[in-house]
C-alpha cells in the first residue's frame, strides 16, 4: 500500500471516529437518563482517543506500515449511512450507532489481518477490540430499548 493510500486510510478513520464522538457527546448532553448519559459520554470519550491515536500515526512515517499489496482492502465497498443526528429517535440512533461501530471493527480488523509488521497488526487489532466492545454495549442498549417487555 502506497503512503498516500495509508494517510487516506487512516484520515477516512479519523473522520468517522470524530462523527462518533459528535454524536455520542451530543446524546449525553440531550439524555436525561443518568445511566445513558455516562454511558454515551464513556462512548464519546473514547472515540475521541482513537481520534487521537489515529492522528499520532498520521504524524508517523505511514510508509513504514507495511501491507499486503496483493490483497483487496474493499474500503470502497461500505455503503454510506444516513448522517447521525441528535434528533433523530433514540432508536435509530442506537441502530445506526452499531452499524459504525461494526464497520470501524471490521476495517480496524482487515487492516491489522493485512500488516506485515507485528506493531502495525497490534495497533488495529487494539482498535478493533474497543469498537467490539463499543458495539456489544450499543446492543445491549438497543435490546433493552428494543424489547422492554422481556424484563
Request: glycine content about 4%; cysteine-free; overall charge negative.
Amino acid at each position: 500500500m502506497k503512503a498516500d493510500d495509508a494517510k487516506k486510510i487512516i484520515t477516512n478513520a479519523i473522520d468517522k471516529e470524530v462523527e462518533a464522538y459528535t454524536f455520542y457527546r451530543g446524546v449525553a448532553d440531550k439524555v436525561k437518563n443518568p445511566a445513558l448519559k455516562s454511558l454515551f459520554s464513556e462512548l464519546a470519550g473514547e472515540e475521541k482517543k482513537h481520534r487521537e491515536f489515529l492522528q499520532g500515526m498520521l504524524a508517523k512515517d505511514v510508509s513504514k506500515m507495511n501491507f499486503d499489496k496483493s490483497h483487496d482492502y474493499k474500503i470502497a465497498d461500505s455503503l454510506p449511512a444516513p448522517a447521525l443526528t441528535v434528533d433523530m429517535k433514540p432508536l435509530d440512533g442506537i441502530v445506526i450507532s452499531i452499524q459504525r461501530e461494526l464497520e470501524a471493527m471490521q476495517m480496524y480488523t482487515q487492516l491489522a489481518n493485512l500488516s506485515k509488521d507485528t506493531e502495525t497488526q497490534f495497533l488495529f487489532s487494539q482498535l478493533a477490540n474497543m469498537e467490539r466492545g463499543h458495539k456489544a454495549r450499543l446492543e445491549d442498549i438497543y435490546t433493552n430499548m428494543a424489547f422492554p417487555e422481556v424484563w
